[in-house]
T-cell receptor
Framework: EPEVTQTPSHQVTQMGQEVILRCVPI?????FYWYRQILGQKVEFLVS????????KSEIFDDQFSVERPDGSNFTLKIRSTKLEDSAMYFC?????????????FGPGTRLTVL | KNEVEQSPQNLTAQEGEFITINCSYS?????LHWLQQHPGGGIVSLFM???GKKKHGRLIATINIQEKHSSLHITASHPRDSAVYIC?????????????FGTGTRLQVTL
């Protein structure tokens, strides 16, 4: 069964460094999402992406964050200058289409630790 | 106030028990998801509902759109059902079906 994959599974970085989290959505899916979950807290929406552009973003998704679909298969989340509070689990998700009946498929997550 | 509230927050059950987890939401929605998060952190989608009831194996999910309430039931619970169960809704507002999540219900099933 096709699945969403994410790399790396765990990333440790120093405060102020740039990180790129990678996701490979399911191949025929058109909508892509990033979510994050700070330890002990609920999952929060960051950004959605469709047709090579951001379609919606949350207040969390400030200028330090960017997303890209560089080659038609990868979907990346970049954090330009990481802060301690960026430490969280980051989940990528994809969805086949805009139909209400379509569910989102989640990747296994990348655990980001900022020291 | 959270848009999505779940109860209970924590639940311990013995193997074989019937389990119910509740989700209430305060916004108009087009769909509701039940998700399972394993101890390692990965999220699996269990159900997506916009009305009525769905069943998959020992899991049953129901939704009452008028009352803004959904329940997830697990019949004949087993220790492998131990996980965090998360309710997430797709509000009617917005364009790209972002999900709004509840805080989750941590379920522990013991032998």
């Amino acid at each position: 069964e096709p699945e969403v994959t994410q790399t790396p599974s765990h990333q440790v970085t120093q405060m102020g460094q740039e990180v790129i989290l990678r996701c490979v959505p399911i191949s025929n899916h058109l909508y892509f999402y990033w979510y994050r979950q700070i330890l002990g807290q609920k999952v929060e929406f960051l950004v959605s992406f469709y047709n090579n552009e951001i379609s919606e973003k949350s207040e969390i998704f400030d200028d330090q964050f960017s997303v890209e679909r560089p080659d038609g298969s990868n979907f990346t989340l970049k954090i330009r200058s990481t802060k301690l509070e960026d430490s969280a689990m980051y989940f990528c998700a994809s969805r086949p289409s805009g139909r209400i009946a379509d569910t989102q498929y989640f990747g296994p997550g990348t655990r980001l630790t900022v020291l | 106030k959270n848009e999505v509230e779940q109860s209970p927050q924590n639940l311990t059950a013995q193997e074989g028990e019937f389990i119910t987890i509740n989700c209430s939401y305060s916004v108009g929605i087009s769909a509701l998801h039940w998700l399972q998060q394993h101890p390692g952190g990965g999220i699996v989608s269990l159900f997506m509902l916009s009305s009525g009831k769905k069943k998959h194996g020992r899991l049953i999910a129901t939704i009452n759109i008028q009352e803004k309430h959904s329940s997830l039931h697990i019949t004949a619970s087993h220790p492998r059902d131990s996980a965090v169960y998360i309710c997430a809704v797709k509000p009617n507002t917005g364009t790209a079906s972002k999900l709004t999540f509840g805080t989750g219900t941590r379920l522990q099933v013991t032998l």
